[in-house]
């Protein structure tokens, strides 16, 4: 066998590995929609997922659904999306729901006793959760937050503030987790 016929062959070889690899990573971003998200929202794709950790815990990993043109928080038109998160370990729901009004709070959304009306009402829907548990909020653009707990529905708090600072946890430019952003965002928004 001679010499360019081998490097060749290996050329070869070396780019359609490399191009099933990128259509497996390409799928992957494409990846299989929760029934409860595209029922939702139906031609929801996954713009972007990352983890949150506090003080090294890795508490939950977080998934980004929009519409396939992208959410995009600086947007004048408001659109549907879902955040999924999927949790890491045991946490109570009393717990989630008062972490989730610290967070609104630092960002100086609500007054005071809206933050204390909605703390009551997250601690009336969220439940305690451990590892494998699913949370998906629904961001309904000016009515409401609906959630559900592992596809399931939950409930909603028709408050379209509440819908918009729950949120803001997560996606407003304020938010104290910054990294999880820029990922939960991607290119589609233009965040690097």
């Known amino acids: 066998m001679n010499a360019p016929f081998v490097v060749r062959s290996f050329f070869l070889s070396l780019l359609m590995s490399s191009a099933v690899i990128t259509v497996y990573a ?21 713009q972007g997922t990352g983890s949150f950790r506090w003080f090294g815990l890795h508490i939950y990993d977080a998934s980004l659904w929009s519409l396939p043109e992208g959410y995009k928080p600086e947007s004048d038109k408001p659109q549907k999306f879902a955040l999924d998160l999927a949790y890491a370990r045991t946490l109570y729901g009393s717990k989630i729901a008062e972490a989730s009004i610290d967070e609104i709070e630092k960002l100086k959304l609500g007054t ?26 629904i961001y309904l653009p000016k009515e409401a937050a609906r959630f559900y707990l592992n596809g399931k529905l939950l409930g909603e708090i028709r408050d379209a503030e509440f819908a918009h600072a729950f949120f803001a946890i997560w996606l407003d430019k304020k938010t104290t987790a910054q990294s999880l952003r820029s990922k939960l965002l991607g290119s589609k928004a233009g965040v690097n």
């Open 112 to 137: 005071p006793e809206k933050r204390e009306r909605w703390l009551t009402q997250m601690k009336a829907i969220f439940p305690d959760v451990k590892q494998g548990t699913h949370i998906t909020g």
């Open 26 to 46: 390409e799928d992957k971003t494409t990846s299989y929609v929760p029934a409860h998200i595209s029922e939702e929202i139906p031609q929801a794709s996954l």
